[in-house]
Nanobody, 112 residues
Framework: QVQLVESGGGLVQAGGSLRLSCAASGMFFSVSSMDWYRQAPGKQRELVATITNTRSTNYADSVKGRFTISRDNAKKMVYLQMNSLKPEDTAVYYC??????WGQGTQVTVSS
């Protein structure tokens, strides 16, 4: 059984930074791709960043150069460092393992 728990969300002013964390439990973490998604009110969930088991990364165009995804396999953790935050980054952020398992989400609110 895989469980994912996100943390680190909150309220921040535009231009600020937040670091999201995702703690995973269960099997296959080190061989799984890990994703961060987000969903803003009234919008579809969108893929923000991916890190593969070989630590290859990919980002949505809207966050390139501002967000950084990383992982620590020994701790079964995935992180999303978010810098230069904009009001349009406001959303619930979700961690996803292997395209299958999801966390409950953490709210990020960026005020203008």
């Amino acid at each position: 059984q895989v469980q994912l728990v996100e943390s680190g969300g909150g309220l921040v002013q535009a231009g600020g930074s937040l670091r999201l964390s995702c703690a995973a439990s269960g099997m296959f973490f080190s061989v799984s791709s890990m994703d961060w998604y987000r969903q803003a009110p009234g919008k579809q969930r969108e893929l923000v960043a991916t890190i593969t088991n070989t630590r290859s990364t990919n980002y949505a165009d809207s966050v390139k150069g501002r967000f950084t995804i990383s992982r620590d396999n020994a701790k079964k953790m995935v992180y999303l460092q978010m810098n230069s935050l904009k009001p349009e980054d406001t959303a619930v952020y979700y961690c996803c393992q292997g395209g299958t398992y999801w966390g409950q989400g953490t709210q990020v609110t960026v005020s203008s």
